[in-house]
DNA sequence: CCCCGCTATGAAACCGCTTGCAATTGATCT
DNA sequence: AGATCAATTGCAAGCGGTTTCATAGCGGGG
């Protein structure tokens, strides 16, 4: 059994009170009297019991992080960025995925565990996800990372891919404004798809150009996938003058393997642009053109709303908005590579 | 304020005892009262206050994963395979990385914050952290994965680099019987880069050849460093048909980039190997003959021991060794690449 | 008819800690 | 000197569960 409070009181010989005190940093304890106390718990290496501490105070310097995977560069930075940043702020972090079968149900599940976090960031991804639905009652304050809740009453941490979407799709018009362009996505309910995909089809609406619906694919976000997808159209695609704007970098990587396995050459006989900027964008020969999410960041701020929500629980929602960027590289032609 | 057992007893008019015992499935509760409390339960959204309960059942169903870092992919896999075996095993996980700087200082802290985890996973990279001396009178049950703590009295999960390091150096050595192996480590201090290195020197040994110093440097792991480093290399690397055996897929990857820069074909005039099989090796081209490790299963494994400790608290330390494997690609020629 | 044993339930102790309130003490004020 | 006050410290009441032990009800055997 470990020390308690009671055995450090025992050894100060004063009550559990004042030992309790001298932990609380109530600065109402004698100086002696404290110096005491601080010996018999260095000696006993005593450190106070979370659950009766947290029984009483209603604390656990827990945070919640609930992804929907945790598959891949983009939730591993997620993660490293809230990790750092919660630490900072004192607190532990909770990490969990939700896969589709649980769903919701789980999320209510690590939430109700009641108690056992102090807030929660949870990240939606999918417009279906019957979790958008449970948050609403969630026990625990909440910051909602990229998904877009309209009415909220959480705070919001919001990337602002529209732009970013956009800003690409305009350089791809720049570079080839007569080319059809193919958007791959992930699956059609996923909220950055339907983003990203928004963005397309205004740009092209701005230039009075309206997609044909073939060059509209979802796929599932995955390299094996859009391989084999791609792997049977990029003859036909080269062939139209397409370019290719994929949602996230690992389905460019992906077309752009499948053209080289094509013997096609990237950017000459397809362009290709991906999402994220992930390592990934700048492993791959050539380099993705992409749009740069800031992943790290994401997580970071996400904790950094839900912390200060903590402080003062009253204050109004708040939502904040991470910007984009265009970053082009070799896989869609234009200016030669910046140094990057 | 959450409703609390009491409300529910009331509701179902029985007393706490008697809601406790339906919680906790002592079959001793008469059917109906049983579901009159199940009712109220139901009707009332009741969930057992986690600091309460934990409070008698020392047990808080949370298990720590303590990583020296939580960058890349490698680390980001072990969390995943983690994160579905401890779910699996009905835990939540409390993931946390012990920077260079806090070290061993907040592992205690994180086991120390008392009851908060029934059960440690922590990862040990480095020969010198004060970590390795704390582990020792960890309060609650610990795996460690991939430190090869001597005399370790708690279970351990292994990966056989050795034997895959030694099979890659053996593969190098098939193919270029006489060219210099360079070795590009971590840190020295670095365990994972030691084991590699004494397998690499052992094989070398083994054909009664001495790896001379200046083909041995130790590097971070990091893309950015190994690029620049090799920068100046690569062309007196080529010179000297020298072969690259990087310790990391990252590091490789930059050796690749930094012989592309320099107009050197890879593998015709600089083979290179990686370590670790992450995607990075199938993205760069030309793809990398690496030796792939099972990540995600260090997580689920080391979870699976440190769940079946903890319900046999006695039985006698664990030691699984997982197994590696030798991929051959393109990056260092040998047999055309089989499929893969 | 009484006692026994079994089942179902409630009362109360306890887990380790925080905190409001009362008590003690020595000093200051009138 | 008596009262007031500030500074310390201890007492004890919870926080919300689990669990031991006692109690009540009830059918059956002697």
Same mark, same amino acid.
């Given at each position: ?27 109402? @304890? ?6 005491? =106390? ?11 019991? =979370? ?21 891949? +560069? ?13 630490? !900072? ?8 995925? $939700? ?17 056992? $976090?102090?807030?929660?960031? $949870? ?16 026990? @625990?304050?909440? %910051? ?12 919001? @941490? ?48 701005? @230039?009075?150009? !309206? ?12 390299? +094996? ?8 159209? =990029?003859? +036909? ?18 077309? %752009? ?33 992409? =749009? ?15 912390? !200060? ?32």
């Amino acid at each position: 059994m470990a020390t308690s409070i009671e055995d450090v009181a025992r050894r100060a010989d004063v009550s559990i009170s004042t030992v309790s005190r001298v932990l609380n940093r109530h600065n109402v @304890v004698n100086a002696q009297t404290r110096k005491r =106390v601080e010996e018999a718990i260095a000696e006993l290496g005593y450190r106070p019991n =979370v659950f009766a501490r947290g029984l009483m105070l209603r604390k656990s310097n827990v945070l919640g992080l609930v992804l929907p995977d945790l598959h891949g +560069e983009f939730y591993s930075e997620i993660i490293r960025g809230a990790n750092l940043k919660a630490r !900072e702020c004192g607190y532990h972090l909770l990490i969990s995925s $939700v896969t589709a079968d649980d769903d919701g149900q789980d999320v209510l599940a690590t939430i109700g565990a009641q108690g056992l $976090v102090d807030g929660m960031i $949870v990240m939606v991804t999918e417009m279906s996800s019957r979790i958008r639905t449970s948050l609403g009652d969630a026990p @625990v304050p909440l %910051v909602v990372l990229d998904g877009d809740i309209q009415g909220a009453t959480h705070d919001t @941490v919001a990337i602002d891919h529209r732009n970013g979407a956009e800003s690409l799709v305009r350089h791809l018009l720049s570079l080839y404004p007569t080319s059809p362009i193919v958007f791959l996505g992930g699956h059609a309910t996923n909220l950055d798809t339907i983003d990203r995909l928004n963005a397309y089809q205004k740009v092209l609406a701005e @230039v009075g150009r !309206e997609p044909s619906q073939k060059d509209i694919v979802y796929l599932d976000y995955s390299y +094996e996938t859009a391989f084999r997808y791609a792997s049977e159209r =990029v003859l +036909e695609w080269s062939a139209a003058r397409s370019v290719v704007f994929a949602a996230n970098d690992e389905m460019a990587a992906a077309v %752009v393997d499948a053209a080289l396995a094509a013997t096609l050459d990237v950017p000459a006989d397809l362009p290709v642009a991906g999402f994220d900027d992930t390592r990934i964008a700048q492993l791959t020969r050539p380099r993705l053109t992409t =749009v740069r999410t800031p992943m790290a960041q994401m997580g970071a701020k996400a904790i950094e709303l839900l912390c !200060e929500r903590l402080e003062s629980p009253d204050r109004p929602p708040n939502r904040v908005t991470l910007p984009t960027e265009v970053v082009v590289r070799e896989s869609c032609g234009g200016p030669p590579a910046p140094g990057s």
